[in-house]
């Protein structure tokens, strides 16, 4: 068994290295180089992703991409996307693509407020913790003015702080739930510092209100945070055509394609199976633009997957109609997004990214973000609907299995000149590679 080790992030980057190697690969310096490839070069820029985390070792890479030909809100954009799914950016650019030929994408953002709760526990009478909260609401909310000054100065803050009994759910369980616009910061750090702030003023004032709380009656506050459910930091993003303008297949019209369309929305909205691979498409274009803008993908992911079951069922986030002859397509969804703070100015590649996007505020980034997140949903079921989603995967994948195969550069060139007429499946690459090698054996 692996011996406890104690103290391990105080020890150098190459000690915890031949830690690793010596308790987990059996002395195998192979992995020493491994890990040492990914180091950079730049002694100053491997230091910068150094302290970004704790026991950092060396690098994790994933595809840095881009997906041009957006049209949003009449602007072009290019959109920078950090993903390894191979199909991801083509079917971006593609749908990208079409819809630059339709009038593109509109996006709006109706809201952006965020929330945060302190959650505490109180054994007194409720009408008393009403009176007492009353009483010192104004003076709570002024106590955190150090820490809201400059966010006020850029036009953000605390936007309301309400006592909310949840008694009936939990024996003497309170809530001060409270409300932020953080502006372009997605704002963690000022939300849990206004909650610390809140909390430690709350059971200070507890212990003083003694004409409105009873002594004995005490406030015990559980935890102070912010929540990443914000179904009302949204934005909405459509595209629409006629349905004429549409693709036609041999087999279907576009007014069949729009229906079967529409009916494989429909499926999504009705059925959980289906609405989380669905769902699950859909965050594969917005995750890719969260990490490559510095953004916390798993706040987004778990905000997204709340907001898709508000309503008591889990559902898609977008939504598909035809009216009059029009094909409109859309999703709602929740982006705590930052565009200031975090990693937005230290990590290079996030800098280049916000500059590739030119330099965009949060909101601008929040629609940007739903378009590609809508973007890559109608890429998919158009090929759901179509030809299926092997055909363009597997063509992506090739180059994957002929790595996994070390194929070098003339069979790579040969195979892929193979699969432009040929179906792509793991076997059938398998085979080819084996005809190859076998005819230059010969
Ligand atoms: C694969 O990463 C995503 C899809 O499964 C999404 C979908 O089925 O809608 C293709």
Known sequence: MTPVVSGFSKLSKDQKINWLV????????NTIDILKTYWNSDEKLQKLHDEFAENTISNYYLPFSVAPNFLINGQRYTIPMAIEESSVVAAASKAAKFWQNRGGFTAEVPSTTKVGQVHFTYSGDRTRLKAFFNRIKSDLISSASHITK?????????????????????ENYYQLHCTFDTVDAMGANFINS????FADFLTKASMTCKDVLNTGEHIEIIMSILSNYVPECLVKASVSCLVKELPSTEELTSLQYAQKFVRAVQIAKIEPYRAVTHNKGIMNGIDAVVLATGNDFRAIEAGAHAYASKDGNYTSLTNAIIDNDIF???IQIPLALGTVGGLTSLHPLVKLSLHLLGNPNAKKLMEITAVAGLAQNFAAINSLITTGIQQGHMKMHLMNILNQFRATEQEKKQVVEYFKTNTVTHNEVVTQIKKLRSQIAK
């Open 22 to 29: 010596t308790h987990h690969f059996n002395n195998d310096h």
């Open 150 to 170: 400059n966010m006020e100065k850029r036009g953000g803050g605390i936007l309301d702080v309400v006592l909310r009994d949840k008694s009936s759910e939990i």
């Open 194 to 197: 206004c909650l610390e702030q």
């Open 328 to 330: 409109h397509f859309s």
